[in-house]
């Protein structure tokens, strides 16, 4: 069965319309290995850029807060640029909005995403601006924890997070997140 042109990409046909024409111009050989890198670097293109979805949000209590979603996990190459976007919409909604990074699509992270995990738990503290991850999955927390962020908070229920939005001092679920990734470390 052929699919039509409006099933494709436009994007697609950056690739395909220049392997194509290097196929015929060059050599075949060159041609379809130039027509790899350049489905290579929108690969790597894609993984350094995903997508942030931002939106207002009013808590059980009726806090207002920033949620911002990403759409896959962190690794190197998309820790920068997420960390630079997450920063500057909480700068642009003000120091007392908190902010809501809800973690649902975050499957995993590497090292590099921790550092910057790190930093930018950092960057928040200073400007005393609230920072909460929601429903992180306790195989992240334990790679968050490897770089020991201070000032970690994470929830894992609406009213986890309704209370942490209260500004109550959740003292039993903060220990509950690092008894959960030191008793994950054994797990694997």
């Known amino acids: 069965m052929l699919q039509t042109a409006s099933s494709f990409s436009e994007i697609d046909l950056i690739p395909a319309i220049t ?68 920063s500057k919409q909480g700068l642009r909604e003000g120091t007392t909005v908190p902010v809501v990074i809800d973690c649902t699509h975050i499957q995993a992270a590497d090292f590099t995403a921790a550092k910057g995990i790190k930093t930018l738990i950092e960057d928040f503290t200073k400007r005393g601006q609230p920072l909460i991850f929601h429903n992180l ?26 209370d942490h939005l209260k500004g ?15 008793y994950n470390m054994f797990l694997f």
């Open 19 to 86: 392997t194509f024409l290097c196929c015929l111009f060059i050599r075949l050989e060159l041609g379809i290995v130039i027509g790899i890198g350049i489905n290579l670097l929108f690969l790597l293109y894609a993984s350094a850029r995903p997508t942030l979805r931002v939106h207002k949000a009013t808590s059980i209590s009726g806090f207002e807060y920033l949620v911002i979603t990403p759409d896959r996990s962190l690794v190197f190459p998309s820790v920068e640029y997420v960390r630079a976007v997450i």
């Open 137 to 162: 999955k306790p195989s992240v927390i334990k790679i968050f924890n490897g770089v020991k962020p201070s000032g970690f908070t994470c929830s894992s229920s609406e009213l986890e997070l309704n």
């Open 168 to 182: 109550k001092s959740i003292f039993i679920v903060d220990l509950l997140c690092i008894i959960l990734s030191k």
